[in-house]
């Protein structure tokens, strides 16, 4: 089955550095790869989305970049600030057919603490 | 302003009890998920929903039950058939029916407990 793995350790970083998250899944490279963010006791919120065929999204400070090959995303925060602090989600679709529509996993996430 | 809304925001559980929680979003939304998120664990798909009228089981099913009578509205019961109902429970909705091309909105989850 697919399976999506997250650093487990809580990312310190200081103010103003880059931070990079890791996401690795195993079986069959899925077509879309998402990111999100999730703040404590709050509802996860959708950051990026990147695409099989593309090898770097960019949105403000964020990067994801997606290889097939590795069967990895990288999520990068440049300039971090303290507000980035949460835990940062990443998340695909398990299959490649229609069959596979609305079945998403989820990783456990990677915890990111940004000090002044 | 448009989102999800899930209520309560805490819910404590008798034994042998089932309990209901709402999910009702405004953003036209087709699609409708259930997460369970515990600690240390990624979110988990209970069911999911790509139009009213029609549900399906995720990968952790069993002990809970769904409805989708409203394009609006995706009830969960937690039945008393769940022996570890103890988590907090994700309520998500997509404008497509889960094609992975488009993202999720959350709700901002329901804390259920057993008194």
């Known amino acids: 089955s697919q399976k999506i793995e997250q650093n487990s350790e809580a990312l310190n970083i200081q103010e103003g550095k880059t931070a990079t998250l890791t996401c690795n899944y195993t079986n069959y490279s899925p077509a879309y790869l998402q990111w999100y963010r999730q703040d404590p006791g709050r509802g996860p919120v959708f950051l990026l989305l990147?695409?099989?065929?593309?090898k770097e999204k960019r949105k403000e400070r964020l990067k994801v970049t997606f290889d097939t090959t590795l069967k990895q995303s990288l999520f990068h925060i440049t300039a971090s600030q303290p507000a980035d602090s949460a835990t940062y989600l990443c998340?695909?679709?398990?299959?490649?057919?229609?069959?596979?529509?609305?079945?998403?996993?989820f990783g456990a996430g990677t915890q990111v603490v940004v000090t002044p | 302003d448009g989102g999800i809304t899930q209520s309560p925001k805490y819910l404590f559980r008798k034994e042998g009890q089932n309990v209901t929680l709402s999910c009702e979003q405004n953003l036209n939304h087709d699609a409708m998920y259930w997460y369970r998120q515990d600690p240390g664990q990624g979110l988990r798909l209970i069911y999911y929903s790509q139009i009213v009228n029609d549900f399906q089981k995720g990968d952790i099913a069993e002990g809970y039950s769904v409805s989708r009578e409203k394009k609006e509205s995706f009830p969960l019961t937690v039945t008393s058939a769940q022996k570890n109902p103890t988590a907090f429970y994700l309520c998500a909705s997509s404008i497509d029916q889960g094609t992975g091309t488009q993202p999720q909105h959350f709700g901002d989850g329901t804390r259920l407990s057993i008194l």
């Open positions: 998340a695909l679709k398990k299959g490649r057919t229609t069959d596979s529509w609305g079945k998403f996993q």
């Open positions: 990147i695409r099989e065929n593309e």
